[in-house]
Nanobody, 123 residues
Framework: QVQVVESGGGLVQAGGSLRLSCTASGLTFGDYAMGWFRQAPGKGREALSCINWVSYPYSAASVKDRFAISRDNAKSTLYLQMSRLKPEDTAIYYC?????????????????WGQGTQVTVSS
């Protein structure tokens, strides 16, 4: 059974930084493309970043200069380093695994999802 669990969310002031982590079990982590998404209240799920099986990253233009995705296959862990956070970054952040080596920045392309972690950025 595949389990995906996010951690590291919390309350941070605008301009601050936060690192999210995601562990995945029940799958061969290194064989999966992994992604980060977020959903703000009243909005749809937004794709942020994806990293393929050889650690090549892809990021949405809206966060490319502030967020960095990385992975540690030995620890079956995905990371999202977020910097220069803004109040509009407030959302639930989700980690997901795609049954493919390759990335697609679309929520519908991902197969296994975590429950999410709340990030709140105060002004």
């Amino acid at each position: 059974q595949v389990q995906v669990v996010e951690s590291g969310g919390g309350l941070v002031q605008a301009g601050g930084s936060l690192r999210l982590s995601c562990t995945a079990s029940g799958l061969t982590f290194g064989d999966y493309a992994m992604g980060w998404f977020r959903q703000a209240p009243g909005k749809g799920r937004e794709a942020l970043s994806c990293i393929n099986w050889v650690s090549y990253p892809y990021s949405a233009a809206s966060v490319k200069d502030r967020f960095a995705i990385s992975r540690d296959n030995a620890k079956s862990t995905l990371y999202l380093q977020m910097s220069r956070l803004k109040p509009e970054d407030t959302a639930i952040y989700y980690c997901a695994a795609r049954t493919s080596h390759l990335c697609k920045l679309s929520a519908s392309e991902f197969n296994f999802w975590g429950q999410g972690t709340q990030v709140t950025v105060s002004s």
